[in-house]
């Protein structure tokens, strides 16, 4: 018998797999803030795809505020109706989907105040328009050179 074609009840929920899934993503935003710290966030691409992520993001949400987000517009309905929408055209990508953290404000660094729960794409999406656009460009001015490897739990 398939193991995924077995009762739901059979299976428990480990909180491993929680904590391994919170490190990688802690890990995940300290590599992606260091870099801002580190280099131009204007010639920082996050993925191949950069240029369809961002044309994309910008056709669908043209007048979101990037530079400090609100987490009640990301996850509403609506927002979520929006961005399920958007996550389709990019479902060919791998990982686009995890589980990623995001600083709601551009302008800080990562800390448990400043980070949202997003999936992968939404980060990418997020994260471009912010270097393309000069939101994360007080970063490297304002965090370059120091301890950059903070905890965010």
């Known amino acids: 018998m398939d193991v995924l074609s077995r ?5 428990i929920n480990d909180g491993t797999v929680e904590e391994l899934w919170a490190l990688k993503a ?4 300290e590599v ?10 204007r010639l920082l691409h996050l993925t ?6 961002y044309e994309q993001f910008r056709r669908m949400f043209p007048d979101m505020d990037v530079r400090v987000l609100n987490e009640t517009e990301l996850k509403n309905s609506d927002g979520k109706t929006k961005w399920r929408a958007y996550m389709e055209k990019f479902n060919r990508l791998e990982d686009y989907s995890y589980g990623t953290l995001l600083r709601a404000d551009a302008g800080e660094e990562f800390r448990p105040e400043n980070a949202i ?10 994260e471009v328009a912010r270097n393309r656009e000069g939101h994360n460009d007080q970063v490297r001015v304002k965090f370059r050179g120091t301890n950059t490897n903070r905890d965010i739990e």
Not at 117 to 126: D, K, N, T
């Open 48 to 53: 191949p795809y950069d240029d369809e992520i």
């Open 7 to 11: 009762p739901a009840e059979e299976f």
């Open 117 to 126: 729960l997003v999936v992968r794409i939404q980060f990418w999406a997020i």
């Open 26 to 29: 802690v890990e995940h935003a």
């Open 32 to 41: 992606h803030f260091n870099l801002l710290c580190s280099v131009d966030p």
